[in-house]
């Protein structure tokens, strides 16, 4: 096999080419399709690094990314960035079509810094300037512009799982890298700004706001029982049986014991793992079909496709794996047909979120949806 091209599990085949700025798109198929294809774009220089700036009231960084304000914003389908290039247009992707493909983003808030790099230390206000230093990759789903992922066929979501398995496992290796964070917005309603199915992969030089709590709690809670928080979380949603949505041998779903938002679901394997570079293949090939009924029980609440972010939690890359756990978490900010939960003043300025919805009638409302056939 030539160096450009590496063997996955599950028969995929990812394929390194470049772009014509200098970026490496990433293809990823099941089985041997022939990848050659040039993207004969213009050279573009690409953006610089952005600022890292520490706000000393909460000792939170701040990426200062100024150049993504030119960004493209909800283009029309004829011109959309992430189908394959066509007559009249040529896209990120310079092949005719595609299967699944990774791409570090135009407009990146993180970016390589070369060598040399390291974290500015706390010094209250006098913190120094540091540089937005990481990854911020594109993953396309499909090339089918009008689909979404609970429509995919799980072949091509299992290529999907092979991709995230496969950049968590290469990101990992940059030493100045320290979380991994893939996720999917879908919806304008929580900021989409291209439409067709994709998801991107955030590598942080630090550990972002939420994935610290998750970790001193998850810390703490193993000092003091000597057990893994997320797999007691779903023991207790097992024994409580009121909470969960779905689950097949390998993943178990359900709605979070404390949910924040209307409509939430946990996705987590039944036999934890730090991250998916410990996934087992059984594992990945059980994802699938429990992700598509999920999204559809979703969609099915109010017959109507829900607007939702996807993140995937997992232990950072140096440090918590012996006590986070690798899980999915689908938060939607609809309550009803033609409303939005807004996070107002409780949940935007103090962080404290109030539910008007109780976890079990959600989840009892995701269990009553009628699948499709």
Not at 186 to 196: A, I, K, P
Request: glycine share 6%; with cysteine.
């Amino acid at each position: 096999m030539s160096d450009n091209k590496h063997e996955l599990a599950a028969g995929v085949i990812r394929t390194d080419l470049p772009m014509s700025d200098g970026r490496t798109i990433r293809y990823y198929d099941q089985g041997h399709v022939t990848r050659d294809a040039v993207d004969n774009r213009p050279q573009e220089d690409r953006p610089g690094l952005g600022e890292l700036r520490l706000d000393p009231l909460t000792n939170e960084w701040t990426a200062i990314a100024a150049h993504r304000q030119t960004r493209v914003f909800l283009p029309p389908k004829e011109l959309c960035p992430l189908c394959a290039t066509k007559p009249g247009l040529e896209s990120e992707i310079a092949d005719k079509s595609y299967q699944v493909v990774v791409f570090d983003n135009k407009s990146p808030s993180f970016a390589n810094p070369g060598d040399g790099f390291t974290l500015p230390k706390w010094d209250g206000l006098k913190t120094k300037l540091g540089q937005s230093a990481g990854k911020c990759e594109v993953i396309c789903f499909t090339d089918h512009h009008e689909t979404s992922f609970n429509q995919l066929a799980e072949e091509q979501i299992r290529v999907v799982m092979e991709a995230w398995r496969d950049r968590t496992r290469e990101l990992s290796k940059e030493k100045h890298i320290a979380h991994i964070a893939p996720f999917e917005n879908r919806g304008e309603e929580v900021g989409v700004t291209l439409s067709h199915p994709h998801g991107q992969i955030y590598a942080y030089p630090f550990l972002p706001p939420r994935t610290e709590k998750m970790y001193r709690a998850a810390k703490k809670f193993h000092k003091e029982t000597g057990k893994i928080l997320l797999e007691e979380i779903v023991k207790r949603e097992v024994k409580d049986n009121v909470r969960l949505v779905a689950q097949n041998d390998h993943w178990i779903a359900y709605v979070p014991f404390a949910a924040r938002y209307p409509f939430e679901i946990h996705l987590a394997p039944k036999k934890s793992v730090a991250d998916f570079t410990e996934l087992t293949d059984a594992q990945a090939d059980a994802y699938p079909s429990i992700a598509k009924e999920i999204l559809q029980r979703l969609d099915g609440v109010f017959g109507i496709p829900m607007a939702y972010i996807a993140a995937w939690h997992q232990a950072p890359v140096r440090k918590g794996r012996d006590v986070m756990r690798l899980h999915w978490q689908i938060t939607s900010i609809r309550r009803a047909p033609g409303k939005l939960k807004y996070l107002a003043g409780s949940e935007s300025a103090f962080g404290a979120f109030i539910m008007d919805l109780k976890p079990e009638q959600s989840a009892q409302q995701l269990r009553d949806v009628r699948l499709p056939r």
